[in-house]
T-cell receptor, first 111, second 112 residues
């Protein structure tokens, strides 16, 4: 399966703390993207990082990419209760346009 | 970006019946995708739907079970045929614009 894996599967933190989620994948990629999904809803695109980039920021989000280890991390700083959601990484392979999603991390931010 | 709508948003169906899910995009796009998300799971790609050609199905998914139409550049349908309780999932369509995929709100299907 091309599906990546994320860890942890579930994460519970206090509001104001930072949350870090990791994603590993299996094949060479063009880009890696992170999405958020609130319970039972569609996916919201958060950030895209290209294979030739190592780090990217967007507001309270920081994404890193290590293509040698085939891994990425998403850091959410100063978390808020509204950040409670599932977070997925998705990769598109060099050989196609399909996206393959990681297993997801369920984040709970406690007010 | 793109605004994507799906119909229906949810449905409860009987075993053995079929349901057609519609996906509408507010702009013309070449590639549309259909995903399934089983309860508590990640997304699994069912097929890629390009206008003017047959859909390309991923391993484990077949056209007889999940026929797809793509009549124009803003619309696609996915039919879940001869449903069983194992088909209970959220079905999501997405479109690719440059390097990003944008998702519809999903259709929550429950099969009794």
């Amino acid at each position: 399966s091309q599906q990546g894996e994320e860890d942890p599967q579930a994460l519970s933190i206090q509001e104001g703390e930072n949350a870090t989620m990791n994603c590993s994948y299996k094949t060479s990629i063009n880009n890696l993207q992170w999405y958020r999904q609130n319970s039972g809803r569609g996916l919201v695109h958060l950030i895209l990082i290209r294979s030739n980039e190592r780090e990217k920021h967007s507001g309270r989000l920081r994404v890193t990419l290590d293509t040698s280890k085939k891994s990425s991390s998403l850091l959410i700083t100063a978390s808020r209760a509204a950040d409670t959601a599932s977070y997925f990484c998705a990769t598109d392979q060099e050989t196609g346009n399909q996206f393959y999603f990681g297993t997801g991390t369920s984040l709970t931010v406690i007010p | 970006s793109a605004v994507i709508s799906q119909k229906p948003s949810r449905d409860i169906c009987q075993r053995g019946t079929s349901l057609t899910i519609q996906c509408q995009v507010d702009s013309q796009v070449t590639m549309m995708f259909w995903y399934r998300q089983q309860p508590g799971q990640s997304l699994t790609l069912i097929a890629t739907a390009n206008q003017g050609s047959e859909a390309t199905y991923e391993s484990g998914f077949v056209i007889d079970k999940f026929p797809i139409s793509r009549p124009n550049l803003t619309f696609s349908t996915l039919t879940v045929s001869n449903m069983s309780p194992e088909d209970s999932s959220i079905y999501l369509c997405s479109v690719a614009i440059t390097d990003t995929q944008y998702f519809g709100p999903g259709t929550r299907l429950t099969v009794l």
